[in-house]
């Protein structure tokens, strides 16, 4: 019914900078907050930052100031601008969004499949 599709990973060098896109497609009735997390090998997956409707933004302590998020209502979409990355910011990052859709009008919990960010030189 819901598909979250990101794009926009690869392999970037230290100091580089990659930005991240995630639509979201289907039978979509609205799209409250979106957000991004990521999962480093190894490790659980963490919260890297959430987007409100209205723009509004939060972000990791760790990562404020060098990532962005924002979106694009009109196109269901949420980007992630990663600049002055470090080799510890290699993960799968996952889109996420509380969708509701025309057949159930309550807000879920929708993920995307993720994809590869390796920052290496």
């Known amino acids: 019914q819901v598909q979250l599709v990101e794009s926009g990973g690869g392999l970037v060098q230290p100091g580089g900078s990659l930005r991240l896109s995630c639509t979201a497609s289907?039978?979509?009735?609205?799209?409250?907050?979106m957000a991004w997390y990521r999962q480093a090998p190894g490790k659980l997956r963490e919260l890297v930052g959430t987007?409100?409707?209205?723009?509004?933004?939060n972000y990791a302590d760790s990562l404020k100031g060098r990532f962005t998020i924002s979106r694009d209502n009109a196109k269901n979409t949420v980007y992630l601008q990663m600049t002055s990355l470090k080799p510890d910011a290699t993960a799968v990052y996952y889109c996420n969004a509380h969708i509701a859709t025309w057949d159930m009008r309550v807000l879920r919990n929708f993920w995307g499949q993720g994809t590869q960010v390796t920052v290496s030189s």
């Open positions: 987007i409100s409707t209205g723009g509004n933004t």
């Open positions: 289907g039978s979509i009735f609205s799209i409250d907050a």
